[in-house]
């Protein structure tokens, strides 16, 4: 038994014999098998590697974002050997995946989770998965040779381009970017920010939002997805946006701007006006992937705050910090309320596999919000353990609390999905108001049936100065 396997207090317990009883009816024993190598990949192979990614990057803004770490290339090639590739294309909507559901892959994208290196090892890690699926299931047969072949085989890498910094952009409709048709060409004007990716230098194609018709009188038939090249004349990158002052190289967030940008009119995606269309399917199963992962991120700051607190050298007022109550109770909150997330995360991607992403809009809503929550509060309590050490670069938590915080704004910021959750409850507000009026008055009948009159049970009728009677 490897000891880098270990995660019981008597030896290994697979992935896959952990997968939670209702999830395993639903789980092939391909996939189990899949999962199990997963776990051994990311544990074995990757979070070592994460120390010699990091080393790889370089120092300077300049290095960060020319290097492209060649143990990514080592990881990939074994990854490609063990099988390990593709997962996330969910086999009902596509050919070219590996043939796992939502499910299959949902379980193991929390192993990838706990890798700075695994998701792109194993070509799986965002944005490309997005725009992969944008292309795969949008996409003609032209875009797909040019764009997604290379893409699924991770010889390039991609950006999505939705956000704007002049406008509140969790409101898509507010876009402004201009898409005009001129000749055989589009040509695209505007800029945008936050563009994921666009820092790698193999980062080839842009998938981008604008409008083609701002006066439709529809508002949701004005926008249209354009695939750019990178090489496109006119686009400028200004700068990378730091997350808490993270750079996040070579991968990067961009500030872009993009001046008379002229792009041939077949790289238009579905046709003019459905790019609202487009960017819903987008989003769906993507946001599953990001709530694993971070399912993966939670058990990752758990294992480091079991670590801290069964450390011998630290004995705070005498005694070990697992012998302090009150962070076993830490640690019994932490896995209930991951286990809890987890069951959320899990019977979202059900739903998707059963229907589609827009059948399962609550249950991927429920999770966009409820996982960062939890992922947050398990490694805000991990850090406490840590003293110090825990805010610092001595310990991968401080940097998982950024990442893991930018997932209450990306794909849409906790309020948007809070309001269309509360709007959706309350739509049953009238009827239970009138349910409940019914069963009251039902009730009052019974009362008078039984002989009893409708008062309330606490009915107490006391006086004061007076000589009231129960
Ligand atoms: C690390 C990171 C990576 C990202 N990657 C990408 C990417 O690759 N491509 C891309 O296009 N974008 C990306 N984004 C951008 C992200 O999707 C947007 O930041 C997000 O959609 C919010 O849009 P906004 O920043 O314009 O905020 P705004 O729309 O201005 O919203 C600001 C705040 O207003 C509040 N708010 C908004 N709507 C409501 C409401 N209905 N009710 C109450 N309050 C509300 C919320 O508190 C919200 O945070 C990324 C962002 C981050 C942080």
Request: net charge positive; aromatic share 6%; glycine share 8%.
């Amino acid at each position: 038994m490897s000891e880098l396997l270990a995660n019981s207090h008597n030896g290994h317990i697979t992935a896959a014999q952990r997968i939670p009883v209702i999830a395993r009816p639903f789980v092939s024993e391909r996939a189990a098998r899949t999962l199990d190598l997963v776990e051994k990949f990311v544990e074995e192979e990757c979070i070592p590697a994460d120390a010699v990614f990091t080393r790889q990057l370089g120092e300077t803004t300049q290095q960060r974002f020319a290097a492209h770490p060649p143990i990514i290339e080592d990881l990939k090639t074994k990854a490609r050997q063990l099988g390990l590739w593709n997962m996330f294309l969910p086999k009902s909507h596509f050919k070219e995946g590996a043939g796992f559901s939502n499910l299959e892959y949902g379980l193991m994208a929390e192993y990838l989770g706990k890798s700075r290196t695994a998701s792109e090892a194993t070509n799986c890690a965002a944005p490309d998965t997005g725009n992969m699926e944008v292309i795969a299931k949008y996409g003609n047969e032209q875009q797909k040779r040019r764009w997604l072949d290379p893409l699924l085989d991770g010889k390039i890498r991609s950006a999505f381009l939705m956000t704007e910094p002049q406008v509140a952009s969790s409101d898509a409709t507010n876009i402004e970017m201009t898409i005009k048709r001129d000749g055989d060409s589009y040509v695209l004007n505007g800029q945008k920010w936050w563009s994921s990716g666009i820092g790698d230098p193999r980062c080839e194609i842009y998938v981008v939002l604008g409008k083609t018709d701002s006066n439709n009188s529809d508002k949701y038939k004005q926008q249209s997805v354009i695939l750019v090249p990178h090489t496109a004349l006119g686009i400028t990158i200004h700068r990378m946006l730091s997350v808490f002052g993270y750079d996040d190289a070579p991968h990067g967030h961009g500030h872009v701007t993009f001046n008379n940008v002229r792009v041939p009119a077949a790289n238009m995606v579905l046709g003019e006006g459905r790019g609202f269309e487009i960017i819903q399917g987008r989003l769906g199963p993507g946001r599953i992937h990001h709530a694993m992962r971070s399912i993966g991120q939670a058990e990752k700051a758990l294992e480091w705050f079991l670590a801290r607190i069964n450390d011998e050298r630290k004995k705070p007022f005498g005694e070990m910090l697992h012998k302090h109550g009150v962070m076993l109770e830490r640690v019994a909150r932490s896995r209930i309320e991951i286990d809890a997330a987890r069951l959320a995360v899990l019977n979202a991607a059900i739903k998707i596999d059963e229907s589609d992403a827009k059948g399962a809009r609550k249950e991927i809503a429920e999770v966009k919000v409820l996982v960062p929550e939890v992922n947050l509060k398990v490694i805000d309590r991990a850090i406490q353990a840590y003293g110090g050490a825990g805010v610092s670069q001595d310990t991968p938590l401080a940097n998982m609390y950024a990442q893991g915080r930018t997932m209450r704004i990306v794909d849409g910021p906790d309020e948007v999905h809070l309001l269309q959750l509360g709007r959706n409850e309350n739509k049953r507000g009238k009827a239970h108001k009138a349910r409940i009026e019914a069963q009251t008055r039902k009730g009052n009948e019974l009362c008078a049936k039984y002989g009893f009159d409708a008062r309330d049970p606490l009915y107490l009728n006391r006086q004061s100065g007076g000589k009231g009677k129960l």
